[in-house]
């Protein structure tokens, strides 16, 4: 039994949070809004943050340039505006990207005139600002963890910045802000979550708290997209009702929780090929490696009774694991040898491999590969 954890996130939920919390944005008179083009004012946090920087009375600078996967240019490029504006803290919103750059950004706010790749000197950097996450996804759990997927520009690889200065200081999960969004968009964000669950359950890291937070997040999961629950009363745009977008908002926190303790598994850097090359969504790319991930770790008798308990835990079978979440990923696309050769060169060094009771070699990555994309 082990039950060690740590969160230093304090977590506000439930629709109206940001307006009814207004005072916590009172950490300075100055602040850098962190957004991507559209889904800050689509989904209506960009309005609730406004209202409640007017009511701390704090003027702002809006950084609305984070694209999908940022980069790490955009991302120096965003301190530096936070450090001339006289930013005193940084406030996140969107989904994944953003919430990651914000992290980034306050970051090279605190430490202006570094270079870009000197981010990852972090013993060397002051601390970052401090941050406000309000995630606009239910998928990536960035508003609860360190963590920062940043694309790097000279060879458009992922590398993760992770420091203990870049957890968000209040971290608001409304579940209206997710209604806006599409349905393949809320599947894959979803997705998403659902393997941080699972691929930190299986962590040799895992500890009774995260696995308690993965199962929760994930059984939640499995209910709206596998069984419909929830799913009485008005949908919205994206086919969903009130009630799974707070199953699902509130799943993806937990899932954040999880691999605050834990980190992922190889889904995930196996996945980041088909996003960055072939630009599937982040969440489908990793839940198609799902049911390689099941048979490689059940050739293992601890990943054979962790999956076990997983399965049971959420209420379904391992072998429904194995064929659903694939299936809901539905990623169709097709690879010759030399691409596979050059995807497994580009992630084959990833800390992952070794975050599950089997660890995969070159070969088998490129196997995988070759089974599902041939």
């Not at 998928?139 to 957890?167: C, M, Q, R, W």
Request: net charge negative.
């Amino acid at each position: 039994m082990k039950l060690d954890f740590y969160m230093p996130t304090r977590v506000i939920s439930g629709e109206g949070c940001v307006k009814k919390n207004a005072g916590l944005f009172s950490l300075g008179k100055k602040c850098i809004i962190v957004t991507g083009r559209r889904s800050a004012k689509a989904s209506g946090a960009l309005d609730d943050v406004l209202y409640a920087l007017g009511k701390a009375g704090c003027e702002y600078v809006l950084f609305d340039k984070i694209g999908e996967n940022p980069l790490l240019s955009v991302c120096a490029e965003g301190g530096k505006v936070a450090a001339e504006f006289g930013a005193k803290f940084v406030v996140g919103i969107g989904g994944g990207s953003p919430l990651d750059a914000s992290k980034a950004i306050a970051a090279f706010a605190a430490n202006p005139g570094i270079e870009p790749m000197e981010l990852y000197n972090t013993e060397k950097l002051n601390p970052s600002l401090p941050i406000i996450g309000i995630p606009t996804t239910a998928g990536t759990g960035s508003e609860v963890n360190p963590y920062a997927v940043i694309t790097l520009d000279e060879s458009n690889k992922k590398k993760t910045f992770k420091s203990e200065h870049s957890y968000f200081k209040y971290a608001f999960i409304d579940p209206k802000y997710t209604c806006s969004l599409g349905h393949e968009y809320s599947v894959s964000t979803a997705l998403d979550a659902f393997c941080h669950c699972i691929e930190s359950y299986l962590s040799p890291k895992s500890t009774d708290i995260s696995r308690m937070f993965a199962v929760y997040g994930a059984r939640l999961i499995w209910d709206v997209l596998v069984r419909g629950e929830l799913s009485e009363g008005e949908k919205d745009a994206g086919g969903f009702t009130y009630l799974q977008r707070e199953a699902l908002a509130y799943a993806a926190t937990a899932g954040g929780v999880a691999i605050n303790t834990t980190g992922t598994g190889f889904p995930h850097p196996l996945g980041y090929n088909l996003t960055l090359e072939l630009g599937v969504p982040h969440g489908k790319a990793c839940a198609v490696f799902t049911g390689e991930y099941i048979k490689y770790n059940a050739r293992t008798p601890e990943g054979e009774k962790l999956l076990a308990e997983f399965a049971a835990g959420i209420g379904a079978s391992v072998d429904e694991i194995a064929e659903q979440i694939p299936k809901l990923a539905n990623v169709n696309v097709k690879l010759d040898a030399d691409t596979i050769k050059v995807y497994v060169e580009k992630v084959k060094d990833a800390s992952n491999y070794a975050n599950s009771p089997y660890k995969i070699n070159e070969e088998e990555m490129a196997e995988i590969y070759r089974k599902l994309f041939s």
